[in-house]
């Protein structure tokens, strides 16, 4: 049978549509051999942002991870929890390590914007080049549906305090001097929960998605001004 002009024209639109979705795939292939091979050797060099680190949630898991890389790659750091025994464990242990100087903050980021005067105190007369908004908290062990939550009303204050005030005060207190110097480095740890709804931790994905959100745009505003902000899921 022969081919009609349409039928020549439904071909070249497929092959355009397989071409950018091959394309499309053969980007993230290359971005993930970047990030996950290639890093390893081709480093980027943190310590031209500056000499101090900040890490949320510092004292366990992927914050104390940060702040013990961050130590061993020449940054002081500042570590900022709850837990002010476990706060001068990791603080010891950085020192001893890397050399490198610390200094804590205890502070409950369940709290509202009355805690962070402490922080900005803290905070205020060092050079920060990078911020790790690591801190972050789900609200149950068994997901449950949202009014099945444990007091729900303490847990809302408590969820959107830890999870989103605190990464946009955080934000607030370091950014102005970062953009004096015309570099800096914020680090917002989302979670795959934010990427689509997330039913049975509803509070917890709405969170992580307003972080992904709030770090991509604000990226955005200020990466002219010499300032990356990067989101982790
Ligand atoms: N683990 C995962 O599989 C996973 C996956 C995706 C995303 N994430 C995200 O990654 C981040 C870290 O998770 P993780 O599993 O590494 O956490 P983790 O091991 O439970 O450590 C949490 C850290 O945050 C501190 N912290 C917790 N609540 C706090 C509060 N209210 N005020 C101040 N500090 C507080 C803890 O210190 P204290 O001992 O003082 O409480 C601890 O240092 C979170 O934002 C989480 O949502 C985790």
């Given at each position: 049978m022969e081919e009609t002009r349409y039928d020549q024209r439904l071909h070249l639109l497929g092959l355009l549509a397989l071409s950018y979705l091959l394309l499309k795939q053969l980007w993230i292939l290359l971005v993930g051999i970047k990030n996950h091979v290639l890093s390893r050797w081709w480093r980027t060099d943190l310590k031209k942002y500056g000499g101090w680190a900040v890490v949320t949630g510092a004292t366990d898991g992927i914050g104390k991870a940060y702040a013990l890389q961050l130590a061993k790659r020449g940054f002081d750091v500042v570590l900022i929890s709850r837990n002010e025994e476990k706060l001068q464990r990791v603080a010891q242990e950085i020192e001893k390590q890397s050399q490198q100087k610390t200094k804590i903050i205890q502070v409950d980021f369940t709290g509202g914007s009355e805690i962070y005067p402490k922080v900005e105190n803290g905070l205020k007369d060092l050079d920060i080049g990078i911020l790790v908004n690591n801190v972050g908290m789900s609200y149950v062990s068994d997901p449950v549906r949202f009014l099945e939550v444990d007091d729900?009303?303490?847990?809302?204050?408590?969820?959107?305090?830890?999870?989103?005030?605190?990464?946009?005060?955080?934000?607030?207190?370091?950014?102005?001097?970062?953009?004096?110097?015309?570099?800096?480095?914020?680090?917002?740890?989302?979670?795959?929960?934010?990427?689509?709804?997330?039913?049975?931790?509803?509070?917890?994905?709405?969170?992580?998605?307003?972080?992904?959100?709030?770090?991509?745009?604000?990226?955005?505003?200020?990466?002219?001004?010499?300032?990356?902000?990067?989101?982790?899921?």
């Open positions: 729900v009303p303490k847990q809302i204050d408590y969820t959107l305090n830890c999870n989103i005030l605190s990464m946009v005060h955080m934000t607030r207190i370091v950014l102005p001097k970062m953009l004096q110097r015309k570099k800096g480095l914020i680090i917002n740890i989302s979670s795959s929960t934010g990427i689509r709804p997330y039913p049975i931790m509803t509070m917890y994905g709405a969170t992580k998605a307003f972080m992904d959100f709030f770090s991509r745009s604000l990226h955005m505003e200020y990466k002219s001004d010499g300032i990356t902000v990067q989101v982790t899921v």
